[in-house]
């Protein structure tokens, strides 16, 4: 593929939720969209929390959303890349021995913070001389290592939120490679991209600060820079954060509350770009409406409720064949047809397929009705025009009419007080179960 070449890194420490399937999907559209390619790359090097069962599980999600991957890779494969990284950023002068312990870097931030200073790191290691370094190493300390910022206003032309510039020296220099020489996030990330030609990073905002030192570590190890995009993060309907009950929100959740992946994906698609949010029935039609230069930088607010809605849109407008294998065993079309128009996820299937193929015992609120129901029940077989008939026979007998006449059917024949169209319902349940609820027996 020629085009942009994009990537979605998760770290497989637990399973997907709304926020970083977002970015999967941005991402993955921006590639679809150009012509380019979609690289998936585990962000595995966390060991103690990274685990093979959740790199399964974010690979499952992503096929559920219905998003392929051009190439894959772990991070766990490319430690030597990293240590050959950070070895040339040794060399060049940009890469720092660092010998504070975390208290006394918490310590050194409380009294700046107390002077009304930026917390920002001192590079006290800096001056440190090489016998200086080797007393500390004799007590047993390790180092940690920091790139050295050039103090300078860093800029780019960001695809969301146009040209950003950040004075780095408002920064700490970042910490690349920790004391037990394990690389962090900024030196891996960086190292993949330059390294696999990413040519477009597309992330969320939160991003936006660590942009320039990463920028700035890209041209330090010789790397061609990236075009930034960083959306908005999500919001609650309330317009608070997603991150205390996100995990409410995780794929896996949702899946099993019957969510549709394409309701899902129309929701995301389009949160937080100046496009209204509508039911797309596949990808092809979300690929084919997609702006990534539409997004803004208003924050996007998540409300169940609108997904609840498109999910029901799309189900109410989805084929049998489409949906068949994922029907109770024996469902038909006819089945489907009659229901679908009623359901807001596939669970609530189970009430209906109760109610033609189960045993229910509705309330009886009208015992005379339903007696002289019973008695002019039509013979079989029945059809779409049987509910009229019945019921127009059935007022003859009682005078009842309007809601007097069908409630009290609705309710022993389905136990609920609304549903689907009952001509529909009625052949489907048939005359055996339909004598036995008027009768209680």
Known sequence: MTGPAVRFAPSPTGRLHVGNARGALLNW???????????LRMDDTDAARSTAEFAAGIADDLRWLGLDWDSFVRQSDRLGHYA???EALKKAGRLYPCYETAEE??????????????????????????????????EGRRPHWRFRLDHEHTAWDDLVH?????????LSDPVLVRSDGYPLYTLSSVADDGELGISHVIRGEDHITNTAAQIQIFRALGHAVPVFGHFSLLLDAEGAGLSKRIGSLSLADLRGQGIEPMALNSLLARLGSADPVVPCRD?????????????????????????DLLNAKILHETEFAAIRDRLPPGATEAFWLAVRGNITGLSDLAVWWDVVAGEIAGPREDEALLAAAAETLPAAPWDGATWK?????VSARTGAKGRSLFHPLRLALTGQDKGPEMAALLPLIGRDRVLARLTGK
Do not use: C, N
Not at 126 to 134: G, P
Not at 162 to 170: K, L, N, P, R, W
Not at 389 to 393: D, E, M, R, S
């Open 29 to 39: 559209l921006y590639a679809r969209k150009t012509g380019g390619s979609f690289l």
């Open 84 to 86: 050959a990284a950070a």
């Open 105 to 138: 870097l918490e310590l050194r931030r409380k009294i700046q913070l107390g002077q009304k200073k930026p917390p920002v790191y001192d590079r006290a290691a800096l001056k440190l001389s090489d016998a200086d370094r080797a007393r500390l190493e004799a």
């Open 162 to 170: 146009g040209h950003v510039e950040i004075d780095t020296a408002s």
């Open 283 to 307: 990808m092809a039609a979300l690929v084919e409406g997609f702006d990534l230069g539409r997004f803004s930088r208003a924050p996007a607010r998540l409300d169940p409720h609108e997904l």
């Open 389 to 393: 008939t019945w019921t127009a026979a």
